[in-house]
Every structure is written in structure tokens, then in C-alpha cells.
């Protein structure tokens, strides 16, 4: 049953893709198909984990592979929130190709079956991982954002004759929702990063531990630098580094951590 | 009724004669109504073009009666004014309309004022049957034409570049003050798109403290002398400099020194004067945008080559859309042919009914009913494929109902 949907949803991830390339290319006639392409394949993957954890004797995404099923399906919903429209199609085009290659690869790695290591009863834990991935897929989103922040001032900075030909969102608007994701992430790391500390004295510091802290201070130094300090570039700048940050973490560290 | 159009444009005649032909809107209702007597008639009177739609029985005598009146409009000779005319009819005259509603015949292709005029010449028209369907169908295709194509989305003007620009910049520009140094007239423009898209124009600083007034008084604006141009930089979104002066009216270092109370907040520079008023230099810092006159007379050169290519496939739609009017100016015509069978068919009917009503004089009511009934169904379905193929055959060359192909029926 899983296989009939991941299928679907790589598919649908993959469409996705290659019709924000075609609508890059040229303006207005793919963008329809990619917007599609990413709500039928976030509908097959959130069948996919439903049907994960109606299966499962207990969380089912707490091996590194299934973590990375979780993450993009929330990566996904995250870029579904704030930005899947025609304006944001550039942020499509960086989501979209990852979306699908992670998913290929919890596939590949067995993240797409049924997991039983981690009891639901484990509650802690069990709200621990999944406000901690909430938090990475925010930052993600929001690093994708800063991406596209940074490119538009890079734009606007060489005033090419052409700047009006790709419609992009405005340098505000883009600033404001990397802004507003960094926020309600650091608020969704904190709260995940809680009952982590409740395990610390048995689990112990590990390098994962203090890559989240690390994170947590990026999230910090961004709205501090932004919002306090009025240094947007910089801020954004920061934003991209803590995607960085969280590709580190997500695709290396966390094999240590959970599997 | 036949489709008419007289009229003249820029790619025909010169300004000073379309000046002279030229119509203001109560002009052109007032020509409206005294052409539309006996028939329909719409005048659409813009800075590019003077154009009379007609329908009417005879297109020779209306024809003639509109070049007259364009000739007496203008005072000038008959003679001298037809070089300058083109007579359009039928479908081609449906086309010329469409393809004036979708821009592709203005100077700059795609246009969006024109839409508006053709709409507002409809509405002061003296309009019937013909002329309603044909000025409500240019009006979707040129709806069509910009939706369906990107002809119409770029700016074709320094000043809507200008406005485009800052949009890219803000976003929405509810809200967002803009400071214009210098009151020409170009500057005055500039301010006006960016008004027009929700811009606040807050302060206006010349060096002549009158004009400044005058036109800070349009919008409601506060009038500053030149050197407290400074002192806006950290309130200010937007800044439009057009000033005839010499020398420079923003340096860097005043920029560099009003940043740090903007937070962030971005600052646009649209410098529109030459010699530049503006500090190049200024591009130097973070959070400021600085566009000269040559940087937004190259998006303008780019939209209108992008508009020229959109033009291609605008034009296809229009194409598509003539063929559409050329099938209903047709089915039009096989009207009195069809009216004529109608009735043909319906007095035979009768006149059977009325042999048969001796033997008919037994029925009941009910039973009446039922053979009217039943008769004026056969001669419906008898009728319909004749029908079809009369609307199907549309007008000859001589605008004349032509004998459908083959046999009427099937």
C-alpha cells in the first residue's frame, strides 16, 4: 500500500519540478501544472503518512530514513502555506527538486515503510521529533526565501533592462515572510528543543544537541539583526545559513541521533 | 443591416489632420446620434485615430454621409481629406475594431488606455442589434488578448516603468510616502503612476517655492525648499528627482547618513534628470536602489520588444475571434431567407389543416391540440437541417445570401 503512494507523490514532487524549470523558462504556461503537481503529490504523501501511522505500532518516522519522509512532507506543507503561487514560482523551483530527491532517498533508505522503534506512549519523545522537524522545514522554507531575498536585491543592485521580465515577489514581501517563518520556527525549536532537555541527562550532549543550539542562535541572531537592528541582508544572509545549518544536520547528524 | 467603418488614424494621416477630426465625448455622441438615424452608429474618437462604425441598409449612402461629416468636422475639403480615409466593411471592419480593442493597432502595441475608450465610445454610441454584438465582442477580445498574453503587463513609459519598478521593490505601494524632488512635468508624471498604484506623495521639494506649492497642492502634499531634501531621506520609501539643475542634489554620504534610521526598511532612488541629480555612488550602499533615466529607458526599450512578440500571438486571437463574427454577420444574413421558408412552410401547414378540418370535425378539443401539435413538429424537423445549411452558407462576395452547396436537405 505505501508503494502505491509514494509513487504518486515522487511523481507528483518530480512534475512539480520540471514545470517551474518549463515555467522559468517561459512565463505563465507551466505554472498551473507545477502548482498541481505539488498539491496532488503533498495529498499522496499525506496519505502515505497517515497510512504510516495507522500501520505502525508505534511512531513510524523516527529512524533517519522515515525522519526524512516527515521533514519533506512538512517542507512541502510549509512551502504550501506561504508561497506556492505563480509569484513564488523561483522558491518552487529551489523546494520542488528537493522535495522529490529526499523523498527518493527515504525511499531508497526503507523511510517510506512502517517504523515500531519509538512507542507512541513515548510522548516526550515522540512531540521532541516532530517540533524539531517542524523547526528544520521552517527553516528551510525560510532559507529558500532569504535565497530568493538575496537574488531580487542582487537584481535590483545591477539593474539588468530585463528585471521586470521574471516575476518575482517584491524584495518586501520576501523579507517579511522569511522574517515571520524564522519566527514561528525558532517558537516551534524552542518548544521542540523542551522536552529534549527533559532526556538530556540520560541521552547526553551529542553533536546533534549542539547543532540544534546552534540553529536555535541563528533563529535568534535573525530577528534580533532584523528586527531590532534593521540589517535585512544581513539577516538574510544568516537565513541561508541556517538552511545550510539544517541540511547538515538533517541529511548527517541525525543518522547518529535517531537511528 | 451591413457593417461599415470609416475613419483615419496614425497610420494614415498625419496629427494635424487627425487634430482636426478629432472628437471630444460629447462630439462623439452627438456625431453618434445624427449617423445612427435610420441605423446604428458608434464614433470612437481617440489621440491616434477618429473611426465611425456604421450599420446600415445602403453602405454606399452611409459611407458617404460619414465622409461628409468627417470632412465638415475637420473643415477640410473632401478632396483632401479621403487620402487619409480607409472604408471597411462586413468582417473586416469587425477585425480592424478587435484588433484596435486588443492594442495592436495603437503606436504602442498593447496599450491599456484604448480598451477603455472603445468601451466608453460603445457606451455614448447609438447602438442596435449589429453594432452592440460587435463592439461587446471586441471588447471580450481585447480582454483575452491581454489575458491570455503578456502584450499589455510590462510598462511602455519611463514614468509606469518608474511605477513598475517600485512595485517590484514594495510590493503593494498602499502606504509607502514618496518624496518628488523637482516639480516638472516629468517628475509630476512619474508621481502620478506611482499615486495611481496606492503611493502617498508626501513631500514635494523644489527650488522655486511656488511651483513646488502647485503641485504639492494636487496631492495634498507638503511643499519644501531643495535643501531639506536631506532631512526626508529617512522618512521617504520612494524618491523621483527631475530637477533642471546642474549640479548634484543628493550625495552619497547624506543617503549613507539617513540609512540607519530606515531599519532596513528599503529606500528606492528614481533619478529621471539630466545631468543626473542623484549621486551614482549611492548604488554603493546597502538597502538603496538607484535607477537613472538610461536604466528605465532600457526596461521600456525591452517591454516594448517583449510586447512585440506577445503582439504575434494577440493577433492569432483576434484571427480567431473575426472567424467567430464572420460566422454570426453570416447566420445573420440567412435571416430573411429563413423567416421566408418559416412561413412558407407554416401556410402550407395551415392550408392542409384547413382541407382536412371536415374530417377533422369529429375531434375533441384534446385531439385538435394534439394534430396542431404534431404538424407543427414535422414541419420543425423538416425545417431544421434547411435551417442549418442557409446559416452555414453565410454571404457572398456581394454581400448577398449565397444558395447553400448540394441539396438543403441532408
Not at chain 1, 542562535?217 to 539544517?246: M, Q, S, W
Not at chain 2, 546642474?246 to 526598511?265: C, D, F, Y
Not at chain 2, 420543425?380 to 448577398?400: C, F, S, V, W, Y
Request: net charge neutral; hydrophobic share 50%; aromatic share 6%.
Amino acid at each position: 500500500m505505501a508503494e502505491l503512494l509514494v509513487w504518486p507523490a515522487l511523481l507528483a514532487y518530480g512534475e512539480a519540478a520540471f514545470a517551474y524549470a518549463g515555467d522559468v523558462r517561459s512565463p505563465g504556461r507551466f505554472g498551473r501544472f507545477a502548482t498541481w503537481g505539488v498539491r496532488v503529490g503533498w495529498l499522496a504523501q499525506t496519505a502515505l503518512l497517515t497510512f504510516q501511522a495507522l500501520s505502525a505500532d508505534g511512531f513510524p518516522w523516527n529512524s533517519w530514513a522515515g525522519s526524512l519522509n516527515l521533514f519533506v512532507w512538512l517542507v512541502v506543507s510549509a512551502y504550501l502555506i506561504w508561497g506556492c503561487s505563480p509569484r513564488f514560482r523561483l522558491l518552487g523551483l529551489a523546494v520542488m527538486p528537493l522535495a522529490a530527491l529526499l523523498l527518493a532517498l527515504s525511499y531508497v533508505a526503507g523511510g517510506t515503510e512502517g517504523g515500531s522503534g519509538l512507542a507512541w506512549s513515548d510522548v516526550l519523545l515522540v512531540v521532541h521529533v516532530a517540533l524539531v522537524l517542524a523547526a528544520f522545514a521552517g527553516f528551510t522554507v525560510a532559507g529558500g526565501l532569504a535565497a530568493l531575498e538575496l537574488w531580487q536585491e542582487r537584481v535590483l543592485k545591477r539593474r539588468p533592462a530585463g528585471i521586470l521580465r521574471l516575476r518575482a515577489p517584491s524584495l518586501v514581501a520576501l523579507d517579511r515572510l522569511t522574517i515571520a517563518t524564522v519566527a514561528v520556527s525558532l517558537v516551534t525549536l524552542t518548544a521542540g528543543i523542551i522536552p529534549g532537555l527533559a532526556r538530556l541527562p540520560e541521552s547526553g550532549l551529542d553533536v546533534l544537541v549542539v547543532g540544534t543550539a546552534v540553529l536555535w542562535i541563528l533563529g535568534a541572531a535573525i530577528l534580533y539583526l532584523r528586527v531590532r537592528a534593521g540589517r535585512r541582508e544581513l539577516a538574510a544572509a544568516l537565513a541561508l545559513g541556517a538552511l545550510g545549518a539544517v541540511i547538515v544536520l538533517q541529511l548527517g547528524l541525525l543518522a547518529t541521533h535517531v537511528a | 443591416m451591413r457593417l461599415l467603418l470609416v475613419g483615419t488614424s496614425h497610420r494614415l494621416a498625419p496629427v494635424e489632420v487627425r487634430e482636426r477630426v478629432a472628437l471630444d465625448s460629447d462630439g462623439e455622441a452627438a456625431l453618434a446620434r445624427r449617423l445612427g438615424e435610420g441605423g446604428e452608429a458608434v464614433c470612437l474618437s481617440t489621440c491616434n485615430r477618429t473611426e465611425l462604425y456604421l450599420a446600415a441598409a445602403d453602405t454606399e449612402v452611409a459611407g458617404e454621409r460619414a465622409t461628409v461629416e468627417l470632412a465638415d468636422l475637420g473643415r477640410i475639403p473632401r478632396g483632401e481629406l479621403e487620402p487619409y480615409l480607409y472604408r471597411l466593411e462586413q468582417d473586416a471592419a469587425a477585425t480592424h475594431l478587435f484588433r484596435v480593442a486588443a492594442g495592436l493597432d495603437s503606436l504602442v502595441p498593447g496599450e491599456g488606455e484604448i480598451q477603455g475608450q472603445v468601451r466608453a465610445a460603445y457606451e455614448r454610441g447609438a447602438v442596435g442589434p449589429l453594432l452592440d454584438r460587435l463592439f461587446r465582442h471586441a471588447l471580450q477580445t481585447g480582454k483575452r488578448a491581454r489575458s491570455e498574453t503578456a502584450i499589455g503587463e510590462r510598462p511602455a513609459s519611463v514614468a509606469s516603468a518608474a511605477a513598475a519598478l517600485a512595485a517590484q521593490v514594495f510590493g503593494d505601494l498602499s502606504g509607502r510616502e514618496l518624496l518628488v524632488v523637482g516639480a516638472g512635468k516629468v517628475g509630476q508624471l512619474a508621481a502620478k503612476h506611482l499615486v495611481s498604484r496606492g503611493a502617498a506623495l508626501t513631500v514635494v521639494a523644489n527650488r522655486t517655492f511656488d511651483r513646488a506649492s502647485a503641485l504639492a497642492s494636487q496631492f495634498e502634499a507638503s511643499a519644501q525648499p531643495l535643501d531639506s531634501v536631506e532631512s526626508q531621506l529617512s522618512e521617504a520609501d520612494i524618491v523621483v528627482s527631475s530637477t533642471s539643475a546642474r549640479e548634484q542634489i543628493v550625495s552619497r554620504e547624506q543617503v549613507e547618513r539617513a540609512l540607519p534610521a530606515r531599519k532596513g526598511r528599503p529606500l528606492l532612488l528614481l533619478d529621471l534628470a539630466v545631468p543626473r541629480d542623484l549621486d551614482p555612488a549611492i548604488r554603493e550602499l546597502h538597502g538603496s536602489f538607484l535607477f537613472d533615466i538610461d536604466d528605465l529607458q532600457a526596461v521600456v526599450e525591452e517591454t516594448l520588444t517583449g510586447r512585440r512578440g506577445e503582439a504575434v500571438r494577440a493577433e492569432e486571437i483576434v484571427a480567431a475571434e473575426g472567424e467567430r463574427f464572420r460566422d454570426w454577420l453570416g447566420s445573420l444574413d440567412a435571416v430573411p431567407a429563413i423567416a421566408s421558408l418559416r412561413d412558407r412552410a407554416e401556410s402550407i401547414r395551415r392550408g392542409e389543416l384547413a382541407k382536412a378540418s371536415p374530417r377533422l370535425a369529429g375531434l375533441s378539443e384534446r385531439e385538435r391540440y394534439a394534430v396542431e401539435s404534431l404538424t407543427s413538429q414535422i414541419v420543425n424537423k423538416l425545417l431544421h437541417q434547411p435551417i442549418m445549411r442557409l446559416k452555414e452558407a453565410g454571404p457572398g462576395e456581394d454581400g448577398e445570401q449565397r444558395a447553400p452547396e448540394g441539396r438543403l436537405q441532408g
